[in-house]
């Protein structure tokens, strides 16, 4: 008999156990409406552009599309990322972007990258805990930057860039899970901060592009001015994905970074899976092109604003007025915080006897805390469905206030 526990790496148990993952399998359950994971609406999913894409591919280019390609990535797409980037002004080429598989990959590469054991990172808290989980495996120091409805506070970053952290990791735009933007002042803050002490800003950015209020506000790379005729040079790596604008199962995602950069990414790739599948890369930059995507954003921007409202007028009218919570602008979540006295998990148990699913806070916390938190996302159920779980919710709340 092998004594597996025995034979683990000492690095296996830094990593933290995944309530996300315990919380995925639930959704799997028919029943259980489902405000757990940041699932996209399955039925929003183009499938006939799919369709439609595959089929192309498969005639057009079918030998290529099933064989073994470049580790940075299909050349057309890595145009079109770059591209999709232009509007704000990076001056980004093909050179800048590698195509990976989803982003989660790029969070998990830059860590191989850049990260030995002990080395301090900077993270907002709560902040994306698939990222601490990525990051956990190489054992890093977290120092943790609280954040207001604008984003992270930036202006704590410089006494903390003394200490040398290998990289700010920062979420913009409709953070996970808090929902908050990172406001253009403090963009331009955490830039001049990152250029001043050469520190690098690692911009995680799967959400920018469902926006439902507010004025559309560039990604911090783009407000990083380094770029010249070479393409982008300048001090922040970032990373977006398709997962949440076309369909998490194409694990399609990507990064754009300084060219230099790139190559070691491109190295490292190799040895983790040696390419993107050259399939859903063909087939998602069909999909993609000549506009498809914008006009889909389109249409998820309405129906998600939409599904957000429906569940912002629901907590309004059912939630007890000791319970508190965000308003975000876009993306896909929302979080709540209870009474101090109030345990997220503790309400868990209750709602999923009355099957509902949420995740609660404090796995977000990368120091602790956030018990009494938990997180919303509204973009998997329907309008109906959200309604009809927030007032389930609602009750079991009212009375965790009152008698606990
Ligand atoms: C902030 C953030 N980054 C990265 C990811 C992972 O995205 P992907 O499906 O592209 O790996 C997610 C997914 O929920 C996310 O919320």
Known sequence: MVDWLGLYSQRVSSVR??????????????????????????ELFPIDRFR??????????????????????????????????????????ESNVLITTGSQQATDLIGRLLLDSGDRIVVESPTYL???QSFDIRQPRYTVVASDEDGMLVDELAPLFRMRPKFVYVLPNYQNPTGFTLSMERRRTLVALAQEWGVPVLEDDP????RYEGELIPPVIALDAAGGNGGYCGSVVYHSTFSKVLAPGLRVGWVVAPAEVIQQLVDLKQGADLHTSTLSQMVAFEVARDGFLDEHVGRLREIYGHRRDVMLQTMEA?????????????????????????????????????????????????????????????????????????RRLGAILKAFCVHN
């Open 17 to 42: 156990s995944s309530a996300l993952r315990d919380m995925l399998r639930l959704t799997q359950e028919a029943d259980v409406i489902c405000f757990s994971g940041g699932l996209p609406a399955p």
């Open 318 to 390: 059912h939630f007890p007025e000791e319970v508190t919570w965000t308003r975000p602008k876009g993306g896909l979540f929302l979080f709540v915080t209870l009474p101090d006295h109030v345990r997220a998990k503790e309400v868990l148990v209750e709602s999923l006897r009355r099957m509902v699913a949420f995740v609660p806070g404090e796995a977000f916390f990368p120091a602790g805390g956030g018990e009494n938190t938990f997180r919303l996302n509204f973009s998997n159920a329907k309008p109906d469905r959200i309604e009809e779980g927030i």
């Open 207 to 210: 959400y920018s592009q469902l």
């Open 52 to 93: 439609e894409a595959c089929d192309l591919v498969l005639t057009v280019n079918g030998r290529q599309a099933l064989q073994y390609s470049p580790t940075e990535g299909y050349a057309p797409l890595r145009r079109l990322v770059a591209q999709m980037l232009q509007p704000y002004g990076l001056r980004a080429q």
């Open 130 to 132: 698939g990222a601490l």
